[in-house]
């Protein structure tokens, strides 16, 4: 899909402030509220923007422990690894999961209220997920940067068929 001008900055201002009104957003592209509003309908029917969310302060409703968890998986059939992708799924303290390329199979960002509550979840839950042969945790200190917005720099976005 190619993206001009109007349609990058509308991007980088949804990124930003995704309760932002039409009529809010046209002004701030200096376009009239019609073409605003079907150019983002455009860019949703797309898939280019694919929902909208609030940000929460994870520590304010909770979660003191962030963690990243390194899965090492046993080499098995594809059934065992959709249900252990299935399982990840499933469990809400889990906030991302990515395959992986070197040393382990599948990263996760885990989220906890405190180290009881992330050490029940590795030793009770994740570990017993199908297929998990090995577990390495690594604590977050501190949040330098995170949920930040996408770059917008080029005029085009590769279709995703």
Same mark, same amino acid.
């Given at each position: 899909m190619q993206l001009d001008r109007t349609e990058r900055e509308i991007l980088r201002i949804l990124q930003q402030e995704g309760r932002i009104s039409i009529v809010e957003l046209a002004s701030r592209i200096s376009l009239s509220e019609s073409p605003t509003f079907r150019r983002v309908k455009a860019l949703e029917n797309a898939g280019v923007i694919n929902a909208y969310s609030a940000r929460l302060d994870q520590r304010k409703i909770g979660l003191q422990v962030t963690a990243f968890v390194q899965i090492t998986l046993d080499k098995g059939d594809k $059934?065992? *690894?959709?249900?252990? *992708?299935?399982?990840?799924?499933?469990?809400? +303290? &889990? #906030?991302?999961?990515?395959?992986? $390329?070197? $040393?382990? %199979? +599948? *990263? *996760?960002? #885990?989220?906890?209220?405190?180290?009881d509550h992330f050490s029940e979840l590795c030793m009770q839950r994740i570990l017993n997920f199908a297929g998990v042969k090995n577990i390495e945790s690594q604590f977050s200190l501190w949040a330098v940067k995170q949920d930040a917005p996408l770059p917008i720099a080029g005029k085009s &976005?590769? %279709? $995703? %068929?």
């Open positions: $059934s065992t *690894l959709r249900t252990f *992708l299935a399982q990840v799924e499933a469990e809400e +303290y &889990i #906030v991302e999961c990515h395959g992986m $390329s070197g $040393s382990c %199979d +599948y *990263l *996760l960002k #885990v989220v906890a209220t405190n180290m &976005i590769p %279709d $995703s %068929d």
